[in-house]
Nanobody, 125 residues
């Protein structure tokens, strides 16, 4: 089970940090990702991280502003969101995919097996 938290409201230019805790299973053998869905839009990839944390990937729209990280000892993945923009407003979801290797991360929605509930992020101008 994945439990996302940390969403809320922020002003443009502000910051928020999302957390996703894996329970019932360890996150150690899973690549993790964050996706988001704005009203009336499709779910889009935001960021992903490999099992070891050595490799990360970002959507072009968030690269340089968002940072994904993980703490396997705490079974937690984070998404630090800085320089927020109104267009970042969406429901954010964390996702997990079991992997056999520590190097890979995944950017497509269909590549993930498990999903958490969403957490709302609202950025005002």
């Amino acid at each position: 089970q994945l439990q996302a938290s940390g969403g809320g409201s922020a002003q443009a230019g502000g910051s928020l940090r999302l957390s996703c805790v894996a329970s019932g299973r360890t996150s150690r053998n899973y690549a993790m990702g964050w996706f988001r869905q704005a009203p009336g839009k499709e779910c889009e990839f935001v960021a992903s991280i490999s099992w070891t944390g050595s490799n990360t990937g970002y959507a072009g729209s968030v690269k340089g502003r968002f940072t994904i990280s993980r703490d396997n000892a705490k079974n937690t993945v984070y998404l630090q969101m800085d320089s927020l923009k109104p267009e970042d407003t969406a429901v954010y979801y964390c996702a997990a995919r079991k992997v056999g290797s520590g190097s890979y991360y995944f950017t497509a929605h269909y590549q993930y097996e498990f999903w958490g509930q969403g957490t709302q992020v609202t950025v005002s101008s």
